[in-house]
């Protein structure tokens, strides 16, 4: 089976500062995705890539820059992060865009 | 576009009582329809999934739902409930169309013992 990693697991920030999450698969798989989950709600789109080199905007890019430079490794930029901004971001992979997401354990962004 | 609300942010079950989860939908073609599940400080597995034929689709643990396409719903069943079933459970939905994935808020279950 095949793993997703995410670092850091906790990622502690200033205001206006940038920040820089990494992800990366050994599944192999095409597509993967930035989700980000605050406290009680569902996961919203950040950004998706369907290939390496591509990226696509999800429902909630602005702030956001992605890369996907290796068909394994997606990296998500927060280009200037909010004061008490607080959230779990989640990465993704699956083999087609409609099919399972397999997910990282997230990591845990506080910005002082 | 798709959209999915889950009425429940929070439902407490006894353990060994049934339990089901609710979830509609929200999209006028047929959609993929997914329940997953989240536990504390872990990412979303996939406890099942629909694409076709039989309504009723079974999955990990003993869970199962039911597609209604005239309810719009993809509800989550178990008979009987373990209390390593406390978690968050997001239903979730794409379409063919756009290949977009929506999920619900979740509905965290609390199993007392």
């Known amino acids: 089976g095949g793993i997703i990693t995410q670092t850091p697991k906790f990622l502690i920030g200033q205001e206006g500062q940038k920040l820089t999450l990494k992800c990366q698969q050994n599944?192999?798989?095409?597509?993967m995705y930035w989700y980000r989950q605050d406290s009680g709600k569902g996961l919203r789109l950040i950004y998706y890539?369907?290939?390496?080199?591509?990226?696509q905007k999800g429902d909630l890019s602005e702030g956001y820059d992605a890369s996907r430079e290796k068909k394994s490794s997606f990296s998500l930029t927060v280009t200037s992060a909010q004061k008490n901004e607080m959230a779990v971001f989640l990465c993704a992979s699956s083999i087609e865009r409609e099919d399972t997401l397999y997910f990282g354990a997230g990591t845990r962004l506080s910005v002082l | 576009a798709q959209s999915v609300t889950q009425p429940d942010a929070r439902v407490t079950v006894s353990e060994g009582a049934s339990l089901q989860l609710r979830c509609k939908y929200s999209?006028?073609?047929?959609?993929?329809l997914f329940w997953y599940v989240q536990y504390p400080r872990q990412g979303l597995q996939l406890l099942l999934k629909y694409y076709s034929g039989d309504p009723v689709v079974q999955g990990v643990n003993g869970f199962e739902a039911e597609f209604i396409k005239s309810n719009s719903s993809f509800h989550l069943r178990k008979a009987s409930v373990h209390w390593s079933d406390s978690a968050v459970y997001f239903c979730a939905v794409s379409a063919h169309s756009n290949n977009r994935i929506f999920f619900g808020d979740g509905t965290q279950l609390v199993v007392k013992p």
């Open positions: 890539s369907i290939t390496e080199n591509d990226l």
């Open positions: 599944f192999n798989h095409d597509t």
């Open positions: 999209y006028s073609g047929t959609p993929y």
